[in-house]
């Protein structure tokens, strides 16, 4: 396998290989911002993580719990005011990164699914655009083991 970075892959939806990612992540992480048009608009990224299977993915959908965390809120906040917002996903043994552009709405409910041990709330992401990078990092890793916290969450029941 060639294990050298690829040219960038632009996605006009979520196809089979960006599906099999979302849903065996463990982690990913969030870039959102309270006020787009200033350019001190409160930009931050987060990790959202918990045990392969905690994203739910209906198409070109994604259903994510929010568990507890640092009780900031500033995600949570962002989305509030600003819906829109990205998502990165990495495959760690391969080095391949799935980047998706999307809008988010915050469900205070599962809406329709069943309840995830652990999720406080949940949000919805709608991609709108995505990209993949193939071997786009030059390290490799693999997950060791979990945290309790991790465990102690749940996933979606399929």
Known sequence: MDSRPQPVEHLA?????AQALIRAADTSFVASCAHLELAQGGVDISHRGGRPGFIHLEGDTLWMPDFRGNRYMNTLGNLLAEPRAALLFIDFERGDVLHLQG???????????????????YWRFDVRRAWRFTAALPWRGRNLEYSPATLATGVWQR
């Open 13 to 17: 939806s979520l196809d089979a290989a």
């Open 103 to 121: 809008e988010t709405q915050i469900l205070w409910q599962a809406e329709g699914h069943p309840a995830v041990e652990g999720a406080e709330r």
